[in-house]
Nanobody, 126 residues
Framework: QVQLVESGGGLVEAGGSLRLSCAGA??????MGWFRQAPGKEREFVAA????????DYADSVKGRFTISRHNAQYTVYLQMNNLKPEDTAVYYC?????????????????????WGQGTQVTVSS
């Protein structure tokens, strides 16, 4: 059974930074992504990256502030979050899939990810 384990969440003041990590239990996934869910809201796309790291995609709300990257030798994907805002407060989930859809493939759609982490809480105070 494939497991994704997130870490790096916490409490930070507005304007601060956090770095989330997601370790993939020895698997190199074809594409990976980050999603978040705030209380009372639906899960939303944050960022995605293809297998080589050469293609990325970001939600407009985080573009220019967040950076997704991956280290395949360590089976890990990262989300560097800078200039955090209170509206970034949410549980952040790592997602991944092993199906090949093209070398540059990334996706914003949750149903295209087979594997999910348990989530890590990010709280940004004003």
């Amino acid at each position: 059974q494939v497991q994704l384990v997130e870490s790096g969440g916490g409490l930070v003041e507005a304007g601060g930074s956090l770095r989330l990590s997601c370790a993939g239990a020895g698997r190199i996934f074809k594409y990976m992504g980050w999603f978040r869910q705030a209380p009372g809201k639906e899960r939303e796309f944050v960022a995605a990256i293809n297998w080589s790291g050469g293609m990325t995609d970001y939600a407009d709300s985080v573009k220019g502030r967040f950076t997704i990257s991956r280290h395949n030798a360590q089976y890990t994907v990262y989300l560097q979050m800078n200039n955090l805002k209170p509206e970034d407060t949410a549980v952040y989930y790592c997602a991944a899939d092993v199906n090949y859809r093209g070398t540059m493939y990334v996706t914003r759609f949750p149903h295209e990810y087979e594997f999910w982490g348990q989530g890590t809480q990010v709280t940004v105070s004003s």
